[in-house]
């Protein structure tokens, strides 16, 4: 029997689509590395969302190409269902770096259950990327984390991660 990863692999043709301006890309699931991704005791992933089932560490990521000079918004597209459980008291980290090196910024997030599709960070607490014009990696590299707290998780459907440029 042949050994299967028990991690998704982001899908890189489902990464990196910018639309005809350049100024938004909409990261499917399949376009993004997620921690025990391949085992449906914790994941169940499809064309729509990824479906946490249940986790101890949370940590769903990926990256795309950007311009130096811009800055970017970084957001998750996620839902928490009425029966999601381990949200309460915890944070939820939306963060991104530019480079390999870089330094990460983050925003903060509470989850509530029964909340319907909603960007996170929202739109007042927005994560902001600044890509200097002296930038030699030019990878946007941006993750949803919850791994410091060992509370079990589940419930969470992300629809989509986007990175768009500020205009």
């Known amino acids: 029997m042949p050994f ?6 982001a899908d890189p043709t489902e990464s990196n689509k910018w639309n005809d ?6 990261i499917q699931p399949k376009g993004l590395n997620i921690i ?21 560490w949370l940590e769903v990521s990926g990256k795309v190409k950007v311009e130096k000079g811009n800055t970017y918004i970084v957001k998750f597209m996620v839902e928490v269902k009425q029966d999601g459980f381990g949200w309460g008291s915890t944070d939820v980290l939306v963060m991104a770096k530019v480079g390999k090196k870089g330094l990460y910024k983050y925003e903060a997030v509470k989850l509530d259950c029964g909340k319907k599709k909603d960007p996170i960070p ?3 607490d927005k994560l902001e990327i600044e890509v200097k014009s002296d930038e030699t990696d030019l990878e946007l590299h ?10 079990w998780k589940g419930g969470l459907k992300i629809y989509n991660a986007e990175v768009v440029k500020k205009s």
């Open 4 to 9: 299967r990863k028990p991690h998704q692999t």
């Open 21 to 26: 301006a350049k100024t938004e890309c909409m």
């Open 36 to 56: 025990w991704g391949n085992d449906p005791r914790y994941w169940k992933i499809t064309n729509d969302c990824a479906e946490l089932i249940q986790v101890s």
């Open 122 to 124: 929202e739109v007042k």
């Open 142 to 151: 941006f993750g949803l984390y919850e791994v410091w707290s060992g509370k």
